[in-house]
């Protein structure tokens, strides 16, 4: 469905709003084949996948290489420009992530979930497929691959529409995936790119009521909200991350500088890194100075209230005042917002205010304080004494993930592939009615 399907011309944007429907149509019909596949033919087709990908390495990173030369011309901000580009060993690790999810169990395998009601009808809820999972999301292009691995994993076509920024990447990858999903003997329609990067196109994805049926976004906050408002199918809404640690005064020093430099700087261009620094009044004067300076060294740019100013200046340690906007910033990239508070209370309350649901942390030995903040917190994920950084499908045991869901219905927190299932109930009987009696005859 390139511009050859219309010629030489470039097609007009009614003329590919027709072809997109076509395509989704063919998934939605692909959708059906792929529900009846057994688990060993699911399989089959992520192995193959992962070998796919590897072996088309250069081809995936010469696509990835006109992309990040396109993005030079335009201006791509830092962080975006981290999150688009892919090396080997961002391939290596696609590749690995779709081989996780083969020994992950089957989300459609039936739980056991049944019971006889006194009439004798034998009642049973078993899992099934979503259908087709429209997946809309930026710059990262490793998303292409998890995204379909995770929904061919439990049972579901895909569509994937990235950002324009990566759509040499992301059609390459998706290219790979196609290779490997007919290695597999299922149709690659299962798992497709939308072929061109209109954003009004992005609308015919999220409004394909009855060819789509879950659409999920993966981005900052406009694009959430664009898919949110614009949606008339269901959406799994991915939430931004404006992420929390609390250090207490029962904690330990070594442990926390450890926990807040990861948090912050080990990819500070997603969702699960850390933004905002809350410490204990009592321990801000000895140990805030040894965290200030490591995240100096880690080349982090440090903003904060005006008694951690006064505490970190007074050590020679950089800092800029912070403005309300910066409690309330998601920033992804090496900024990191510093506050003192009086205790437990305090942060909680901060958390309450300025968090977003996602990832929220806190350092201390003190038990008791420890279990009383992760009950309060209310957030996708809470960790006492580890890095934000482990919210994640990978680390959770997932393979990959989605997306990091902040709502509370079907699915919250990283979405794996036992969040992509529905369910129905099947009803087995022996000739039970309910309304009909034979006085009535």
């Known amino acids: 469905m390139d511009r050859s399907a219309f010629g030489e011309a470039e097609p007009s944007l009614e003329e590919k709003r027709e072809a997109l429907l076509a395509l989704l149509r063919e998934v939605k019909a692909t959708s059906a084949v792929l529900a009846r596949a057994d688990h060993a033919t699911r399989q089959r087709a992520l192995a193959a996948m992962a070998d796919a990908l590897e072996a088309d390495r250069d081809e995936i990173l010469a696509a990835n290489a006109e992309d990040l030369r396109l993005a030079?011309?335009?201006?791509?901000?830092?962080?975006?420009k981290e999150r688009l580009t892919l090396n080997p060993?961002?391939?290596?690790?696609?590749?690995?992530?779709?081989?996780?999810l083969v020994d992950l169990p089957d989300p459609l395998a039936p739980r056991g979930e049944m019971w006889t009601r006194p009439n004798g009808l034998l009642i049973e809820r078993v899992p099934v497929p979503l259908g087709v999972i429209a997946i809309i999301y930026e710059s990262r292009p490793n998303v292409t691959a998890d995204a379909a691995g995770l929904a061919i994993k439990s049972g579901s076509a895909v569509v994937l529409r990235g950002g324009r920024e990566a759509h040499h990447s992301n059609a390459a990858i998706a290219a790979s995936l196609q290779k490997g999903l007919r290695a597999a003997g299922l149709p690659e329609k299962t798992a497709v790119v939308v072929p061109w990067t209109d954003r009004e196109l992005v609308e015919v994805v999220l409004t394909a009521r009855g060819l789509v049926d879950l659409a999920i976004p993966r981005g900052g906050h406009g694009l959430i909200q664009y898919v949110?408002?614009?949606?008339?199918?269901?959406?799994?809404?991915?939430?931004?991350g404006n992420n929390h640690l609390f250090v207490d005064r029962s904690a330990d020093f070594?442990?926390?500088?450890?926990?807040v430099v990861d948090a912050k700087t080990d990819r500070p261009a997603v969702c699960n890194a850390l933004e905002t620094l809350l410490v204990h009044r009592e321990i801000a004067e000895a140990w805030l100075p040894e965290a200030g300076r490591a995240l100096v060294d880690a080349g982090v740019e440090l903003r904060g209230c005006p008694e951690s100013v006064r505490i970190l200046r007074a050590h020679g340690i950089p800092v800029r005042e912070a403005t309300e906007e910066d409690w309330e910033t998601e920033y992804l990239d090496l900024i990191l917002a510093v506050r003192v508070v009086g205790g437990l209370?305090?942060?909680?309350?901060?958390?309450?205010?300025?968090g977003t649901g996602h990832s929220e942390a806190i350092v201390a030995e003190d038990r008791e304080t420890a279990e009383a903040f992760l009950a309060a917190v209310d957030a996708a994920a809470v960790y006492h004494n580890a890095s934000t950084r482990f919210t994640d499908g990978g680390e959770f045991g997932f393979g990959a993930e989605m997306g990091i869901s902040t709502q509370k219905l079907h699915a919250r927190g990283p979405v794996g592939p036992r969040e992509l299932v529905s369910y129905k109930y099947v009803v087995r009987g022996?000739?039970?009615v309910r309304g009909f009696r034979?006085?009535?005859?």
């Open 430 to 432: 022996n000739g039970q």
């Open 228 to 240: 949110v408002r614009t949606a008339q199918v269901p959406t799994l809404e991915t939430g931004v």
């Open 72 to 80: 030079e011309e335009t201006g791509l901000d830092a962080p975006r």
């Open 89 to 100: 060993g961002r391939i290596r690790a696609m590749a690995d992530g779709l081989r996780a």
């Open 254 to 259: 070594a442990k926390a500088t450890r926990i």
């Open 438 to 441: 034979a006085q009535d005859r």
């Open 345 to 354: 209370d305090e942060a909680l309350a901060h958390i309450a205010r300025y």
